[in-house]
Protein backbone atom coordinates (compact mmCIF):
# COMPACT_ATOMS: atom_id res chain seq x y z
CA UNK A 1 0.00 0.00 0.00
CA UNK A 2 3.19 2.58 1.27
CA UNK A 3 4.35 2.00 -2.58
CA UNK A 4 1.33 2.51 -4.47
CA UNK A 5 0.96 5.41 -2.45
CA UNK A 6 4.52 6.81 -3.11
CA UNK A 7 4.08 5.79 -6.91
CA UNK A 8 0.10 7.96 -6.47
CA UNK A 9 2.22 10.36 -4.84
CA UNK A 10 4.79 11.08 -7.44
CA UNK A 11 2.42 10.98 -10.50
CA UNK A 12 0.39 13.57 -8.52
CA UNK A 13 2.99 16.25 -8.61
CA UNK A 14 4.34 15.10 -12.11
CA UNK A 15 0.35 16.28 -13.24
CA UNK A 16 0.24 19.18 -11.07
CA UNK A 17 3.25 20.43 -12.77
CA UNK A 18 2.02 19.61 -16.08
CA UNK A 19 -1.94 21.47 -15.37
CA UNK A 20 -0.07 24.06 -14.07
CA UNK A 21 1.44 24.93 -18.05
CA UNK A 22 -1.82 23.72 -19.57
CA UNK A 23 -3.98 26.29 -17.27
CA UNK A 24 -1.80 29.13 -18.61
CA UNK A 25 -2.69 28.43 -22.02
CA UNK A 26 -6.38 27.00 -21.75
CA UNK A 27 -8.92 27.81 -24.46
CA UNK A 28 -12.18 28.38 -23.46
CA UNK A 29 -14.86 25.79 -22.10
CA UNK A 30 -17.45 25.79 -24.65
CA UNK A 31 -14.19 25.43 -27.43
CA UNK A 32 -13.11 22.16 -25.14
CA UNK A 33 -16.21 20.74 -25.01
CA UNK A 34 -16.84 21.04 -29.08
CA UNK A 35 -13.36 19.14 -29.20
CA UNK A 36 -14.43 17.00 -26.80
CA UNK A 37 -17.66 15.43 -29.01
CA UNK A 38 -15.49 15.59 -32.28
CA UNK A 39 -12.67 12.72 -30.30
CA UNK A 40 -15.28 11.33 -28.92
CA UNK A 41 -16.71 10.11 -32.30
CA UNK A 42 -13.37 9.85 -34.08
CA UNK A 43 -11.60 5.97 -34.53
CA UNK A 44 -8.23 5.79 -32.28
CA UNK A 45 -6.18 4.37 -35.27
CA UNK A 46 -3.43 1.65 -33.60
CA UNK A 47 -4.96 1.66 -30.51
CA UNK A 48 -5.78 -2.06 -30.06
CA UNK A 49 -2.08 -2.38 -30.38
CA UNK A 50 -1.37 -0.40 -28.22
CA UNK A 51 -4.14 -2.07 -25.77
CA UNK A 52 -1.91 -5.56 -26.63
CA UNK A 53 1.56 -3.88 -26.15
CA UNK A 54 -0.01 -2.65 -22.30
CA UNK A 55 -1.24 -6.08 -21.80
CA UNK A 56 2.28 -7.75 -22.69
CA UNK A 57 4.07 -4.93 -20.43
CA UNK A 58 1.46 -6.08 -17.91
CA UNK A 59 2.02 -9.80 -18.48
CA UNK A 60 -1.40 -10.09 -18.30
CA UNK A 61 -2.28 -13.76 -16.36
CA UNK A 62 1.22 -14.67 -15.78
CA UNK A 63 1.50 -13.65 -12.78
CA UNK A 64 -0.52 -13.21 -9.03
CA UNK A 65 1.07 -10.25 -7.83
CA UNK A 66 -0.04 -6.32 -8.04
CA UNK A 67 1.65 -4.88 -11.61
CA UNK A 68 2.08 -1.31 -12.33
CA UNK A 69 2.77 0.08 -15.58
CA UNK A 70 3.09 3.92 -15.64
CA UNK A 71 1.71 5.45 -19.21
CA UNK A 72 3.32 8.49 -19.93
CA UNK A 73 3.06 10.97 -23.16
CA UNK A 74 1.93 14.75 -24.27
CA UNK A 75 -1.19 15.85 -23.85
CA UNK A 76 -3.94 14.71 -25.99
CA UNK A 77 -2.77 11.58 -27.35
CA UNK A 78 -4.98 8.71 -26.30
CA UNK A 79 -2.88 7.71 -22.72
CA UNK A 80 -6.61 7.78 -20.67
CA UNK A 81 -8.22 6.13 -23.35
CA UNK A 82 -5.72 3.47 -23.93
CA UNK A 83 -6.30 2.58 -20.21
CA UNK A 84 -9.82 2.83 -20.27
CA UNK A 85 -10.07 0.11 -22.99
CA UNK A 86 -7.79 -2.15 -21.57
CA UNK A 87 -9.38 -1.46 -18.29
CA UNK A 88 -12.98 -2.32 -19.69
CA UNK A 89 -11.43 -5.17 -22.04
CA UNK A 90 -9.87 -6.90 -18.20
CA UNK A 91 -12.66 -5.62 -15.40
CA UNK A 92 -14.33 -8.90 -15.40
CA UNK A 93 -11.44 -10.66 -14.35
CA UNK A 94 -11.51 -9.10 -10.73
CA UNK A 95 -13.17 -8.68 -7.74
CA UNK A 96 -13.88 -5.26 -7.43
CA UNK A 97 -12.41 -3.35 -10.53
CA UNK A 98 -12.45 0.05 -9.99
CA UNK A 99 -10.88 2.79 -13.00
CA UNK A 100 -9.54 6.02 -11.50
CA UNK A 101 -8.88 9.09 -13.49
CA UNK A 102 -6.10 11.84 -12.87
CA UNK A 103 -8.72 13.52 -10.59
CA UNK A 104 -8.47 11.03 -8.18
CA UNK A 105 -6.82 12.37 -5.18
CA UNK A 106 -8.12 15.66 -5.75
CA UNK A 107 -11.65 14.77 -5.28
CA UNK A 108 -10.48 13.04 -1.45
CA UNK A 109 -8.33 15.63 -0.84
CA UNK A 110 -11.56 17.86 -1.35
CA UNK A 111 -13.49 15.07 0.66
CA UNK A 112 -15.79 14.42 -1.78
CA UNK A 113 -17.73 11.07 -2.00
CA UNK A 114 -16.09 8.32 -3.71
CA UNK A 115 -18.41 5.16 -4.79
CA UNK A 116 -15.64 2.24 -4.22
CA UNK A 117 -17.52 -0.76 -3.10
Known amino acids: ADFVEKIATEVEITLNKLETEEKKKRISKGEAEKKQEITNTLPFFG ?8 KDKLK ?5 ETRVVGVVGMKGIGKTK ?4 LFEEKKCEFERPIFFKND ?6 KGQKLDLL
Open 47 to 54: IKQRVQQL
Open 60 to 64: MNRFE
Open 82 to 85: LAEM
Open 104 to 109: FRRRVE
